[in-house]
């Protein structure tokens, strides 16, 4: 991942509504759930939730994909595991101990 788009990623999730459709999107796994789901569950009027909606495709964090009348939104789990990578690249510098290490969780596979 590039600074650059690791930067809009970031800027993306540093709203708590775009934070929590992510985080809803993640554990939705790769079947993703339709705006309209999305909306209840979030309690977020439409068209907010699609300005909201909209930053994240645009930072690359969720693809949509048109189901005749719905449109389903899914986290893009590659671009989020990148950016996990990028933040955690040369984590304390390959200092000794295991202070700043990487929790053993492995990357979402989805």
Do not use: W
Not at 54 to 59: D, P, R, S, Y
């Amino acid at each position: 991942m590039e600074t650059n788009d690791a930067i809009a990623a970031l800027t993306a999730l540093g709203h708590a509504t775009r934070l929590a459709a992510f985080r809803l999107l993640v554990e939705a796994g790769p079947d993703g759930r339709v705006a309209g789901d999305i909306g209840e569950a979030l309690g977020v009027p439409g068209a907010t939730l699609s300005f909201h909606l909209k930053e994240l495709v645009l930072a690359g964090l969720v693809v949509s994909e048109s189901q005749g009348r719905y449109v389903c939104y899914r986290a893009n789990f590659q671009a989020m595991n990148g950016l996990i990578q990028y933040l955690t690249h040369n984590c304390c510098a390959g200092s000794p101990g295991a202070a700043c290490a990487p929790a053993n969780a492995p990357a979402c596979a989805c």
